[in-house]
């Protein structure tokens, strides 16, 4: 009972990252979730309370998405700065198609109906990035008389651009190849010349790029007839797919840590 109930509720985070991302909060309405998700509108409140927390649930994955990412990447001994770079290609990846990112995004930028976002996602990738950065001084990559708040800012900067770039609709290949370019040049600026001699600053190669573990964010939906809420709610109607949205998983692409890599190569063929 316990599995299923949470399989409902990653179903529900799925559905709502969808339409938060393509909506923003204030137009993505609750029976819509609850129809993407494929459960009814008890099963969606037996879960979250109001549409707030659902987005706080949202926001919760993305930054559980972030924080594994960086675990996995600092677990296999890879120097700060290249974890670092790493953890930047992966936010192009899922800035460009996965849609708890994009929707953490977008909920930490709107004020929708005057209420203030859950928080702010943007910020939380700057602070990753300015504990990295605080590794990298440990390690003696900066160079010297650069301040971490000098570098902290630059790397900020590239962020913005990334969150800015994939929203306006520019092509992973064109927002890849320019942070590439981006970090040979903040490399030149911030890191010791012996430790960026052996750092890469294209995204991770081959398939695997050793980020491990693999998250799930939001399993595929079964598309059915009926809904299968949570025993505790009862059976609810027949629930249909809705005309105006598609089921978490359709049109999107779940990245996970594991398959930044092959994200990258996908998005390039487009």
Known sequence: MQERSERTRARLVGAAAELFDRYGYAEARLGDISRVAGVTKGALYFHFASKQELAAAVQESGCLLLDETVLALRRDGRPALQSLIDTTHALAVWATGEPVVRASFRLGRERADGERPVLNYHLVCVAAAGRLLA??????????????????????GMIAGIEAAAWSGAPYPELSSCLSEAWTLVLRAVAEEEAARGLRTAPPPGPTADLDPTVDLHPAVDPGPT????????????????????????????????????????????
Not at 138 to 149: I, M, N, P, S, T
Not at 236 to 246: C, H, L, Q, R
Request: aromatic share 0%.
């Open 135 to 156: 590794r990298a001084a440990e390690e003696g990559a900066l160079r010297r008389g650069v301040a971490e708040d000098a570098a902290r800012t630059l790397v900020a």
């Open 227 to 270: 809904a299968n809420p949570d025993p505790a709610v009862g059976p609810g109607p027949a629930v249909g797919p809705g005309p105006a949205v598609d089921p978490p998983g359709q049109g999107s692409r779940a990245v996970t840590v594991s398959t930044v890599s092959a994200s990258a190569g996908s998005l390039s063929s487009r």
